[in-house]
Nanobody, 131 residues
Framework: QVQLQESGGGSVQSGGSLRLSCAPS????????MGWFRQAPGKEREGVAV???????SYADSVKGRFTISQDKAKHTIYLEMNSLKPDDTAMYYC?????????????????????????WGQGTQVTVSS
């Protein structure tokens, strides 16, 4: 059983920065997707950034150029560096992880990670950006 623990959320002013971390416990697969989703009040959950075990990355258009996802493979930990934060980035941020076949196409990262029956989710960490 994989458990995911997020940390690093908080409150910042517009233009500020935050760094989120997601550390898994339990067994981690050799080929996987790990990533970040977010959900604001009254809105649907949306994908933010996903990275696979080989280092391929996919970003939502709304965060490209501002957010950077990275991983420490030795620790199976992922990070989300968020810069130039905007009030629209305010949401609960969730970490997710799932095993996948090696070579999974980048264009399918968000759909697979959010919909596969074998995905795992963290409890979420709140990010609040004030104007």
């Amino acid at each position: 059983q994989v458990q995911l623990q997020e940390s690093g959320g908080g409150s910042v002013q517009s233009g500020g920065s935050l760094r989120l971390s997601c550390a898994p416990s339990g067994y981690i697969w050799s080929s996987y997707l790990m990533g970040w989703f977010r959900q604001a009040p009254g809105k649907e959950r949306e994908g933010v950034a996903v990275i696979d075990s080989d280092g391929s990355i996919s970003y939502a258009d709304s965060v490209k150029g501002r957010f950077t996802i990275s991983q420490d493979k030795a620790k199976h930990t992922i990070y989300l560096e968020m810069n130039s934060l905007k009030p629209d980035d305010t949401a609960m941020y969730y970490c997710a992880a799932a095993p996948v076949v090696a070579g999974t196409p980048r264009r399918t990262f968000f759909i697979i990670l959010s919909r596969t029956s074998n995905n795992h989710w963290g409890q979420g960490t709140q990010v609040t950006v004030s104007s």
